[in-house]
């Protein structure tokens, strides 16, 4: 007689309302689903996960099911969304929001709002504070025809828009007035500066210093005068007292002078 084998098997109601650990390796299946289950010998049926034959979305060329839900909801060609004709439904911004600038949510903007916005924006602006009161391009003092008018009483000194020397690199008046009592390098003469005997005054009779004359005053000249018998020193030594015992003939022309 041949040996039959049967699954494990009831509905799926009755396997989670009984919800029976297999044993490892022992299958059970849900007879009005066709899904199947296998024990691992610790699981309860409920946690178990049913038996697949290992096939995911992507290794049969298929969709998950996250995409195909996206697809679902995704608008189709053809769609009046898609028209070039659609208007944005979006509210149109107020001008006062558009002159403050402030709103953050996405609104619809005409070319007047735009306008409006730039033209409050630079109302305000440090730039448009600058060039308050400057001369625009409609100014008549901008014409071809305007004659230039003299600045000569403007410019001069307390005029309204006075200029120093130092504006236009010029010297002051009491540098021009030095300028024009300064010598000059044509009249520039040995005597204009109290050198006129500079080239003419014997070496006997030129003139030394006081301190000078004070320092050479009592010094003993190279011809002695008034010592009888003396002649021209024209030499002097330092020399110890030994080395002069020693010499055997003094030289009457040197001075020497006996050191410690």
């Known amino acids: 007689m041949a040996t039959k084998i049967q699954k494990r098997r009831d509905t799926a109601a009755n396997w989670a309302a009984v919800n029976p650990v297999l044993a490892q390796g022992e299958e059970g299946l849900e007879l009005d689903t066709g899904k199947e ?50 208007e944005w439904s979006a509210d149109t911004i107020s001008q006062a929001e558009a002159e403050a600038g402030a709103a953050t949510t996405r609104r619809a903007f005409t070319a007047a709002r735009v306008f409006q916005a730039v033209a409050a924006w630079w109302a305000g602006s440090a730039a448009a504070t600058a060039l308050a009161g400057k001369v625009d391009s409609t100014d008549t003092r901008l014409s071809d025809p305007r004659t230039p008018t003299a600045h000569k009483t403007s410019h001069a000194t307390g005029g309204t828009d006075a200029l120093t020397p130092a504006d236009i690199g010029a010297a002051t008046a009491a540098q021009g007035a030095k300028a024009d009592s300064a010598v000059q390098p044509a009249g520039l ?72």
């Open 37 to 86: 289950k296998v024990g691992n010998g610790t699981t309860n049926w409920n946690s178990l996960p049913y038996k697949t034959l290992g096939l995911t979305p992507s290794v049969i060329g298929a969709a998950t099911a996250a995409q195909g839900a996206k697809a679902d909801t995704a608008i189709q060609p053809g769609d009046a969304a898609l028209s070039d004709a659609r």
């Open 189 to 260: 003469t040995k005597a204009a500066v109290g050198l006129g005997n500079a080239d003419n005054t014997s070496d006997a009779d030129k003139p030394i210093s006081t301190a000078t004359a004070t320092a050479l005053a009592g010094k003993v000249g190279t011809v002695t005068t008034g010592i009888t018998g003396a002649g021209q020193i024209t030499n002097m030594v330092s020399i110890s007292q030994a080395n002069y015992d020693a010499i055997p003939t003094k030289n009457a022309q040197t001075l020497y002078v006996i050191s410690g």
